[in-house]
Every structure is written in structure tokens, then in C-alpha cells.
């Protein structure tokens, strides 16, 4: 066992993405947190993090849930009446803009 430090965060994701990672966790009999750490420390180091089979479930759950995005609408996702995406890595993509006063 490692012993870790965990902290508590607010993510922003797509509703059916979502509802998938949770189904998924539940089949994994695992936290949310617990399988996107994996997920995240797998693609870190370019390895797949899932297996045949757990691909097999996804798919069950995207259809389930409506998933229909793919790797390749990644850096095309906006949220209705927000606009375009902020270029990664800049200020605007860390907050949203605020209105300045007139």
C-alpha cells in the first residue's frame, strides 16, 4: 500500500461521460476518485488502462447512458451559451471570463 493525499475537487465533466465512470466504477467496485486516479496513471504512462472485457463494458454502458463522443471531440466540447473553449493552458481556460463593468 501507498499512502497518499487526496483532496477534494469540483470537476466539470459531460453529463453522459460522467454517468459512464460512474457505471463503470460500480461494476469495478470502486470510488470515482479511485478509477480516475488509475485511469489518469495508466495514460501517463502510455499504457491502455483498461482490459478487453472492461472495454466490452463500457460500450454496454455507452449505449446505456447515450454516449456518443469520441477521443477525436475532445478539444471541441463547449457548453451551450458559453462560447468557444479557451485555448488549453491559457488564463481563460482556467475560469470563466468575467464582465467588465461599463
Same mark, same amino acid.
Request: proline share 2%; aromatic share 8%; glycine share 14%.
Given at each position: 500500500m501507498i499512502e497518499v493525499q487526496r483532496v477534494q475537487t469540483g470537476v466539470r465533466m459531460e453529463a453522459a461521460l460522467l454517468k459512464v465512470l460512474k457505471?463503470? *466504477?460500480?461494476? +469495478?467496485?470502486?470510488?470515482?476518485?479511485?478509477?480516475? $486516479?488509475? &485511469?489518469?496513471?495508466? *495514460? @501517463? $504512462?502510455? +499504457? *491502455?488502462? @483498461?482490459? =478487453? $472485457?472492461? &472495454?466490452? #463494458?463500457? $460500450? =454496454?454502458?455507452? #449505449? &446505456?447512458?447515450?454516449?456518443?463522443?469520441t477521443a477525436t471531440d475532445s478539444h471541441r466540447l463547449v457548453d451551450p451559451g458559453r462560447g468557444l473553449p479557451a485555448k488549453a493552458g491559457t488564463r481563460a481556460a482556467a475560469r470563466p471570463r468575467r464582465r467588465q463593468r461599463p
Open positions: 457505471g463503470l *466504477a460500480e461494476y +469495478k467496485n470502486l470510488g470515482l476518485g479511485d478509477l480516475l $486516479e488509475g &485511469i489518469c496513471l495508466h *495514460a @501517463f $504512462e502510455g +499504457k *491502455a488502462p @483498461f482490459s =478487453r $472485457e472492461t &472495454i466490452g #463494458q463500457i $460500450e =454496454r454502458l455507452k #449505449q &446505456i447512458y447515450g454516449l456518443t463522443l
